[in-house]
Every structure is written in structure tokens, then in C-alpha cells.
Nanobody, 122 residues
Framework: QEQLVESGGGLAQAGGSLRLSCAAS????????MGWYRQAPGEQRELVAR???????NYADSVKGRFTISRDNAKHTVYLQMNSLKPEDTAVYYC????????????????WGQGTQVTVSS
């Protein structure tokens, strides 16, 4: 069973930085897209940033120029560098990965991390 384990959340002041990491483990054959989503209280979960296995990225307009997503394919790990943080970035951040495993390599499965809290104070 594949799982995603996140780390790096916490408390930051406005204008500060945090770095999130998410490592996938299990019987992984390949990972297509990996990404970060966030959900603030009372809000729907939204895409923050996404990166394909080839390195193509896309970002929510609200984080462009401030956040950078990257991945280490050998380590099955995705990162989110968050700079110039704003109070409105406060949310639970979830890692996502679209994974093929060794047992069913023709099928892609979506996996989610448990979520990590990011709180930005003004």
C-alpha cells in the first residue's frame, strides 16, 4: 500500500518562508503528477501547485512568484518552497500523487497525504 508522508508545516510570520516535503513510499512503479493542495477553514480544497514527472509545473495565480514546486524522482519526493508568505496562505496543505504500482502498472491511483498545517501570522 502506497503512502505519502508530509513534513515541514508550522507557524511563520508574514513575509517569511516555509518548505514542505512529501515522500511517497510503497510498491511504486512510477509517479506521474505530484502536487500540493490546500484547504482553509470553511473553504474547498484548491490546487496550489503541480509538477509532472517531466518537470512541467503549474501554479495557482495566488501563489505565482512566491511558491516553487520541485521534485526528486529518485526519492519519490515533492517539495514546496513557500516564500513571502501571507496570512491568506494559512491552511492545511495536502500532498497528492498519481501513482502506478508494481502489481497493477497499467492503472493509476490517486494518493493523498494526511495534511500539514501552515499558519501565517500578520
Amino acid at each position: 500500500q502506497e503512502q505519502l508522508v508530509e513534513s515541514g508545516g508550522g507557524l511563520a510570520q508574514a513575509g517569511g518562508s516555509l518548505r514542505l516535503s512529501c515522500a511517497a513510499s510503497g510498491s511504486i512503479f512510477s509517479i506521474n503528477a505530484m502536487g500540493w493542495y490546500r484547504q482553509a477553514p470553511g473553504e474547498q480544497r484548491e490546487l496550489v501547485a503541480r509538477i509532472t514527472s517531466g518537470g512541467s509545473t503549474n501554479y495557482a495565480d495566488s501563489v505565482k512568484g512566491r511558491f516553487t514546486i520541485s521534485r526528486d524522482n529518485a526519492k519519490h519526493t515533492v517539495y514546496l518552497q513557500m516564500n513571502s508568505l501571507k496570512p491568506e496562505d494559512t491552511a492545511v496543505y495536502y500532498c497528492h500523487a498519481r501513482v502506478r504500482d508494481y502489481y497493477t502498472p497499467l492503472i493509476e491511483y490517486d494518493y493523498w497525504g494526511q495534511g500539514t498545517q501552515v499558519t501565517v501570522s500578520s
